[in-house]
């Protein structure tokens, strides 16, 4: 796999646009494998974060336009990817299922 940018700007501008940047597989750990980065970015300023440090203490920034979350590695890159496809499609399917219902 070799590196690539994705960019995906929906039609409205409140909706949440993602770029995913990404070396592809390199072969090695963090330091020495691949990175993939995902941005996800809103002109409305919705964005809101919430994190936990390695303490347990958890954080919370709002009214954020964009936030970056980072991945290094192989397995951590292929992971990434790999959930991003899964939860994306599993959503999707979810709603259509209910579109069916609520027409029926």
Not at 53 to 81: I, P, Q, Y
Request: charged share 30%.
């Amino acid at each position: 796999m070799s590196g690539y940018k994705l960019d995906y700007y929906p039609d409205m501008p409140e909706q949440v646009r993602m770029e995913l940047e990404t070396t592809g597989l390199m072969g090695g750990d963090a330091g020495h494998g691949g990175w993939t980065n995902v941005r996800f970015s809103c002109d409305s300023e919705t964005i809101i974060v919430e994190v936990e440090d390695r303490f347990g203490n958890k954080h919370r920034a709002d009214d954020l336009r964009a936030v970056s979350v980072r991945v290094e590695g192989d397995w951590e890159t292929t992971g990434m990817l790999e959930a991003l496809a899964k939860v994306g499609l599993q959503v999707m399917r979810l709603q259509n299922e209910e579109s069916v219902r609520v027409i029926r």
